[in-house]
């Protein structure tokens, strides 16, 4: 693609291919810097434990170690987390999960830091753990949080709309189940890093690999107790991030280091063992379904009890789960429902934000319910959902009005009418021997923004440099998803300016505006709706500068061009160097604010959930997959994927694919591969070698659909893309399972073993009868 | 940091595995470069062999192929008699890892980590696979079979490497299969695999018949009770079905984190099934 004024709606070369391809962009993991020390963290090891002494003696003597810290060198309140502050930077008293961090070591370089880590002597009592929900909610259950009022129960929350258990018992057709679904690994390629250090000034900087660079702000300054204009946060692009890096990571544990290195960088750098130990990770869950209907397949009522598990820590785990609840009963219209909630602390991996956000894993279990049901009033799944989808105007499982762009129905319609669905009892009958053909469908949606409670917020910022170019100042991070370009592409559009000559200045505390985190599929939105003004704005003025340069007396007659203003009827130009050269900072620099609009009409339920409920927009999508099962391995292939997704109008079309395809290729991993495997606390899949990710070989040819709906709040109608698509795979494959084989899945992933499992306990010929 | 030796020739590899203690051969890595990172073992130094000639490539020798320990996959992937004779293996390297790993990795790193899940294993079992070993002063020969003790241990002395592997291929047989069970399609450990030979006549009926299942015990499984069982038969499903009930006892699988034990017992049984699907060459 050639240098161009982007267009709205037509792709747009993304705004950090050339750097990326070329290896000039740096992330957070690139910076370096001379005299570099290296920090490290000693971990639990344990799963649940009482500290006795963390002797560092040994460790500090070692030449080559700068400082060995533990908890009692914390300043501040030694708290991190994003709504609850539980999470100690350096463990005193207890520690809570394997990863839990007891020591921090500053070392010359990164052989002694690993020498030094291993000669911190910790003698722990160990505490009998808990491992999962059943051991949490069990009677007399050890705590995990010996303070916390709640006991073992995180948060307790239930969404009640008309009388579901009532309404239950008049269903002629109800459908039952529990489902499982296990914690899942971001698996982001650049593992959890910074750097940083502190100047003269006593100004702690840090470069870091984050989602949420403003949030850190306050992060560090709690939980060390520094003041908070005296902490810089500098978040470059990163390498990936689906949720993994919303939260401290290494930010806290950082600038504790910077403290103690007399002005020397400090780098952390978790390898990817670290990274499945102490990263966070999507929450594992259990949830119990009953859904009945009228006999003509028309929903009238739900109960569902989800159960969380957030590990050791709340990190947004009642955020979360709200979500999930708020999404429990798909997008359908059920008058009747109850959704009650259990978000539980354990002695698991900390559990936190994921695309999908508490999503994935009731999408799951509705789209089952929906196929269950289908098969019980013995009616085409494609038609009950239909007969149910969520109009504009409608009432949703969580008891709001939809008054905003609301496009499943319209998204099922085209996958109802594409050849891979029509043609599918043809392709079914083509299997070969020893395999079953299957097609599934899921239809899901995914909130976007924060949601009440939460001001979701943006300050964009533009400037014309005194050279007379563009320079965009993002508050918010790109962690690959492309809200970077999309903002290229609505500067150059609005100012008429080509992609190439824009300059994007990544989030840095010093320099750009408070946006808000990169989550929630907020990004492109809230930014970009403060972004339209402020580039509004700065054309008036450099228009208004212009006219002032020609003596022309109406604004209408002058054209910004690239690099210039021209005055058609006299063919006079004024380049923007010259024009930029004559105004002040004040004049060339343009800011305006956008918040996301909210639910007005709350519904009386849900009052438990401080922040995050409801929700008033949602991006919509309808999958289909066709898979092959190999009866004799239970083995599952998936061969033709097709998604339909709404989510406004489109702003980029390649963009927008991208993040349907990237979606469905890990919703592929959580399917049918991807389980983080705990025993007694310990990560049995701690590295690439057993947790195992989808390859090129394992995700198939995948076609997106565009369903575009009008969304006139947003920024040219969009809305966010970027989590709703991880909803669809699990459930369409678990579909198409059922569809093909006959079997009824309830545990994700959907792995070969537990295929031919259920294959040999329904008898299925081809399966070995023994074993 | 480790001393490394890069000998160009036999007479540099003798003299270097002179030294005390002596370094641990290596070729493509793959294997213990993953160990040496985990530390799980940690020599003092290591001697490369990958650019020693007399230890690589394919040539025809006493009627059967003799592969050099250094060869790595990728090669003989390429090596048109390989391909020619030996389709079974050729079958099991393309399974084996990914491009990267097939172009680092060799057929010697492959049977001296004597792992059960070493794709190269089952076939060279099936095929009777014979290893040569060479120190300076001496030579010798034994079977695949022999040579690999246990899960990770040879019959390696610790003056020997392992020079090349000979193979034999008896032209006779006319199905050549390999399947392999990972938890993906590609770049995955075996979960459980088979290799099979027979010869089935054009009547219909097996002649002969050589299975060597990966992964589902302590080493490679060999079961002459599941190959009688073949044996004056047709590829029907019953007489897969008893040929499978008898494997499924051969086998002595293991849990671990890919799979349970129970699961490797009942493909390992299943895997024969796939026989029925083929017609002889
Ligand atoms: C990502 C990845 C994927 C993999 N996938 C597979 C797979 O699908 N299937 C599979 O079977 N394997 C797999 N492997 C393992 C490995 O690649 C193979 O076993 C490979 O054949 C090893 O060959 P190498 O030359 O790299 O061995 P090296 O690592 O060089 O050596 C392995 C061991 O053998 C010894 N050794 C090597 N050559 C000799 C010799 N000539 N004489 C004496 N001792 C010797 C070494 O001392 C060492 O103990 C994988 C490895 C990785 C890293």
């Not at chain 1, 050279?467 to 370009?485: F, K, P």
């Amino acid at each position: 693609m050639k240098p161009s004024v982007p267009e709205i709606g037509r792709s747009l070369r993304r705004a950090d291919g050339p750097s990326k391809v070329t290896g000039r962009e740096k992330y957070a993991a690139d910076h370096y810097g001379e005299g570099l020390l290296w920090a490290g963290v000693r971990r639990a090891g344990v799963p649940h434990g009482r500290i006795l002494s963390v002797d560092t003696a040994e460790a500090a003597a070692l030449p080559g170690v700068v400082a060995v810290l533990t908890g009692g060198d914390v300043p501040g309140t030694n708290r991190q987390g994003i709504v609850h502050k539980d999470q100690p930077v350096l463990c005193r008293e207890k520690v809570r999960h394997f990863g839990d961090a007891v020591a921090l070591v500053i070392a010359g370089d990164r052989e002694t830091l690993a020498k030094a880590i291993s000669l911190v002597r910790v003698r722990m009592e160990p505490l009998p753990g808990v491992f999962g929900v059943d051991d949490a909610l069990a009677p007399g259950a050890p705590l995990v949080h010996e303070e916390w009022s709640g006991g073992n129960v995180l948060l307790r929350a239930t969404i009640r709309n008309g009388e579901a258990e009532k309404a239950l018992e008049a269903c002629p057709v109800i459908v039952e189940e529990t489902f499982e679904v296990p914690p899942q690994a971001h698996a982001f390629l650049e593992t959890e890093n910074g750097v940083a250090w502190q100047e003269e000034d006593g100004t702690v900087v840090l470069v870091v690999s984050t989602q949420a660079p403003f949030r850190d702000k306050w992060e560090v300054s709690h939980a060390l107790g520094l003041p908070w204009d005296g902490i810089r946060v500098v978040g470059p692009v990163l390498g990936g991030g689906f949720g993994g890096k919303d939260g401290a990571t290494v930010q806290c544990l950082l600038a504790l280091a910077a403290l103690h290195a007399g002005g020397r960088r400090v780098k952390m750098w978790w390898d990817r063992e670290e990274n499945f130990l102490a990263g966070y990770k999507r929450h594992g869950a259990r949830l119990h379904y009953r859904l009945g209907a009228r006999e003509d397949g028309t929903l009238h009522a739900l109960h569902c009890r989800l159960f969380y598990d957030t590990g050791a820590y709340a990190h947004l785990g009642g955020e979360v789960m709200a979500l999930g609840m708020e999404h429990a009963g798909g997008p359908y219209r059920i008058p009747h429902t109850l959704i009650e909630g259990w978000c539980v602390y354990t002695n698991h991996p900390v559990a936190g934000a994921m695309r999908g956000f508490g999503v994935a894993q009731v999408s799951f279990a509705a789209e089952r319910m929906m196929d269950l049901l289908a098969g019980k009033l013995g009616m085409d799944p494609l038609e009950l959902r239909k007969r149910n989808a969520l109009r504009q105007g409608d009432r949703n499982c969580a008891g709001v009005t939809l008054t905003a762009s609301t496009g499943i129905l319209e998204c099922l319609e085209r996958i109802g009418g594409h050849p891979l669905w029509t043609g599918r009892e043809t392709w079914k009958g083509q299997a070969g021997p020893f395999k079953k053909r299957g097609v599934g469908l899921a239809a899901v949606w995914n909130a976007m923004g924060y949601g009440r409670g939460l001001p979701d917020s943006a300050l964009a910022k533009i400037e014309l440099t005194p050279e007379g170019r563009l320079r965009l100042y993002s508050g918010v991070s790109d962690m690959g998803q492309g809200n970077a370009t999309a903002f290229v592409q609505i500067a150059g559009h609005i100012l008429s300016q080509e992609d190439e000559t824009i300059e994007l200045i990544q989030p840095d505390t010093a320099r750009t505006l408070p946006s808000g985190s990169s989550a929630a599929g907020r990004t492109t939105y809230t930014y970009g709706n403060a972004l339209i003004p402020a580039c509004e704005e700065l054309r008036r003025r450099i228009v208004g500068r212009a006219a002032l340069m020609l003596l022309v007396d109406t604004l209408d007659d002058l054209e910004l061009l690239p690099g210039r203003v021209r005055h058609p009827a006299s063919g006079r130009e004024v380049p923007l160097s010259v024009l930029a050269a004559t105004m002040t900072e004040h004049e060339r620099i343009c800011i305006s604010q956008f918040l996301m609009p909210v639910v007005r009409e709350v519904p009386g339920t849900g009052k438990e959930f401080r922040i995050g409920f409801p929700h008033l927009f949602f991006a919509h999508a309808a999958h289909l997959a066709r898979i092959e099962v190999d009866e004799l391995t239970g083995t599952i292939e998936v061969k033709d994927w097709l998604a339909a997704t709404e989510a406004g109008r489109v702003l980029n079309p390649q963009g927008f694919e991208q993040q349907v395809q990237g979606a469905v290729a890990q919703g592929i991993g959580y399917g049918t591969l991807e389980e983080v495997k705990l025993r007694e606390g310990r990560i049995l899949t701690p590295d690439f070698a057993a947790y195992i990710l989808p390859g090129s070989l394992d995700v198939p040819e995948i076609i997106s659909l565009v369903e575009e709906v009008e969304e006139p709040t947003g920024p040219y109608g969009m809305k966010g893309v970027g989590e709703v698509g991880a909803n669809g795979p699990l459930p369409a494959i678990a579909n198409a399972l059922a569809d093909g084989c006959g079997i009824s899945m309830t545990r994700a992933p959907l792995t070969a073993e537990r295929v031919l499992e259920a294959l040999r306990r329904k008898g299925t010929p081809g399966a070995g009868e023994t074993s | 940091m480790k001393e490394v030796f890069l000998p160009g020739n036999l007479e540099e590899l003798w003299r270097a595995l002179e030294r005390e203690p002596a370094p641990r051969p290596y070729c493509g890595g793959t294997d213990l470069l993953v160990h040496l990172r985990s530390g799980k073992t940690d020599p003092d130094a290591l001697v490369c062999l990958e650019r020693i000639p007399e230890l690589s490539g394919v040539r025809e020798e006493e009627g059967g192929l003799w592969i050099g320990a250094a060869t790595t996959h990728a090669r003989l992937l390429d090596d048109p008699l390989v391909r020619a004779r030996l389709p079974l293996l050729a079958r099991a390297l393309s399974t084996l890892g990914s491009p990267p790993v097939r172009n680092m990795g060799t057929i010697g790193g492959n049977i001296c980590t004597a792992s059960p899940a070493g794709d190269t294993l089952p076939p060279l079992y099936a095929l009777d696979g014979e290893v040569e070993l060479r120190s300076r002063d001496s030579s010798r020969r034994m079977p695949l079979r022999r040579f690999i003790t246990g899960p990770g241990e040879t019959a390696l002395r610790p003056d020997e490497i392992l020079a090349g592997v000979r193979v034999t291929p008896d032209g006779t047989y006319n199905v050549h299969h390999f399947e392999k069970i990972g938890i993906r399609r590609a770049m995955a450990c075996s979960i459980a695999s088979l290799a099979a030979l027979l010869r089935v006549s054009s009547s219909g009926e097996i002649e002969a018949a050589r299975l060597a299942w990966g992964s589902v015990g302590p080493t490679v499984v060999v079961s002459g009770e599941a190959e009688q069982a073949l044996l004056g038969k047709r590829l029907t499903r019953d007489v897969l079905e008893d040929a499978a009930e008898r494997a499924r006892k051969a086998v002595s699988p293991i849990d671990d984190v890919r799979a349970s034990a129970a699961y490797r017992r009942e493909v390992s049984g299943n895997l024969l099934l796939r026989l029925m699907e083929h017609r002889p060459l």
